[in-house]
């Protein structure tokens, strides 16, 4: 697999995983709200309700997510192995910042001081390469 391929994948992982953990959370409200049965992961055995049965299957359903945001976080995980093992620094920093948090090039740009977006592409395609002569 070439490099840039793996990192897009990586990309798209870590966009995943930001939604997976926002959509987690999402249902961890709603469980609160509906149910005074429910403290964190636990929700008391005895459910005698239609609200406590909902609230039991909105956990369920976190856990579930739960599984799928350890799949990507496993990606992410193996990518920073990855980049870390660049001896340069700039392209472990670019390769970063582009790809796992999501930066756009002008943000890049200002943060390491880049003359132009240009300067951006160039550094993020050697560190690519870099990239691909360690996989």
């Not at 406590?52 to 739960?66: I, K, P, Y």
């Not at 700039?90 to 910042?97: G, K, M, P, S």
């Not at 090039?105 to 880049?114: D, H, N, Q, S, V």
């Amino acid at each position: 697999m070439r490099a840039e391929d793996f990192m897009e994948e990586v990309k798209r992982a870590e966009a995943e995983l930001r939604r997976l953990t926002c959509t987690q959370s999402h249902l961890r409200e709603l469980a609160t709200a509906i149910s005074p049965n429910f403290s964190g992961d636990r929700v008391q055995t005895t459910v005698s309700s239609k609200v406590e049965n909902a609230t039991v299957a909105l956990v369920d359903l976190a856990g579930d997510l739960n599984e799928q945001a350890q799949k990507y976080a496993a990606l992410v995980r193996k990518a920073n192995e990855l980049i870390s093992k660049i001896p340069q620094k700039n392209f472990r920093w670019i390769l970063t910042a582009f790809y796992i948090m999501g930066w756009n090039p002008t943000a890049i740009r200002e943060l390491m001081g880049f003359n132009d977006a240009k300067s951006v592409y160039r550094c993020r395609k050697y560190a690519l390469r870099e990239l691909q002569k360690l996989m």
